[in-house]
């Protein structure tokens, strides 16, 4: 099954984070990154810039209104992903808890739909 992790991340507790702690954290992610995308357990990674990058959007009926930023005013925003394949959710959080981020913020761990199956279950 495949999993999507959500990593939210925190700007204080990044912030609060002692001088090179981040980078150490960050070349240790991405080793462990590298081993399991060598064992075929991950399939994708990335980061997102950074919230005040973005755009959000919406359509009511005829009208598109867009707007600077994320639309949520919230202090953990989502940071990247990971794209992993996992026996279970469980093994999937198991995964996921083996990365520093779940300290500095919040790992969402989320089953990915098959969407195979639901191109065939509405005919498309």
């Known amino acids: 099954m495949k999993f999507l992790m959500m990593i939210y991340s925190d700007d ?4 609060a984070l002692p001088d090179g702690e981040f980078d150490t954290l960050m070349r240790g992610c991405l080793q462990h990154a ?10 994708d990674s990335q980061q997102l ?6 755009k959000s959007l919406r359509v009511r ?4 209104s867009v707007l600077d930023g994320p639309f949520a ?6 940071a990247g992903f990971n794209l992993i394949e996992a026996d279970s959710l469980d093994e999937a959080v198991k995964i996921a808890s083996s990365f520093p981020w779940a300290r500095t913020g919040c790992i969402e761990v ?6 195979a199956k639901v191109r065939e279950r509405v005919g498309a």
């Open 110 to 115: 989320r089953p990915v739909r098959d969407v």
């Open 49 to 54: 810039e950074a919230p005040v990058r973005s």
């Open 73 to 78: 005013e919230t202090k953990e925003y989502l």
């Open 12 to 15: 204080s507790l990044l912030d």
């Open 34 to 43: 590298d081993e399991l995308r060598a064992e075929g357990c991950l399939l």
């Open 61 to 64: 009926g005829d009208k598109l």
